[in-house]
């Protein structure tokens, strides 16, 4: 190795190492600072998270006292109508069907059940009847299937769906099969 450069000044083997030392005794504290800072905001960011949780699990664990007041209870009794018969029913939502464009086709089902068990987890009044409605149909589009669900949750009557089965078939056309129930005063 050169111990001059080309001008005749003395090169210095010991230089570089100066600035190799020097920048590792930069990086390391400041490496180590910034995890300190990161672990520090990790630990906040936990602590919260964990205070939420535990604020998540107290409102759900807990048993509040509903009071329902009688306008409140007037508001829920005019969701359920009279009882009316299965064909009024069934076309109902054969027509619901037809605005959702899921009427045209020959293989929609509509099988009503009278007296049906209540799906619900709180016990109704003995006043407050059920329908079960078993429903069979074969939609062109996803879209459609919305629009129907739509349009139940935008009547007047109350209508309950207890599941949506939806199969996607080799034409691509949509399976669908609906349980929904309705609820009306006896």
Do not use: C
């Not at 050169?2 to 030392?21: D, H």
């Not at 062109?140 to 935008?154: A, K, P, R, V």
Request: glycine content about 2%; aromatic content about 14%.
């Amino acid at each position: 190795m050169r111990k001059f450069n080309v001008f005749g000044k003395k090169i210095s083997q010991v230089r570089p190492f100066y600035l190799l030392v020097l920048v590792f005794i930069l990086l390391i504290p400041g490496h180590f600072t910034l995890n300190y800072f990161q672990n520090q905001k990790l630990d906040e960011l936990t602590l919260k998270q964990e205070n939420l949780n535990r604020q998540i699990n107290n409102i759900l664990n807990s048993d509040y006292d509903l009071q329902i007041n009688r306008t409140d209870l007037g508001k829920i009794y005019a969701g359920f109508k009279n009882q009316y018969f299965d064909y009024y029913l069934e076309t109902d939502i054969l027509l619901y069907l037809d605005l959702a464009s899921l009427g045209s086709d020959d293989t929609n089902r509509v099988t009503i059940t009278d007296n049906a068990k209540n799906p619900l987890s709180i016990s109704l009044p003995e006043d407050i009847k059920a329908k079960k409605i078993n429903l069979e149909v074969v939609a062109d589009e996803s879209d459609q299937i919305f629009d129907f669900i739509n349009l139940l949750l935008e009547q007047e009557q109350l209508f309950y769906i207890e599941f949506v089965n939806v199969n996607l078939l080799d034409d691509l056309t949509y399976h669908v099969t609906m349980e929904i129930y309705v609820f009306y005063l006896s």
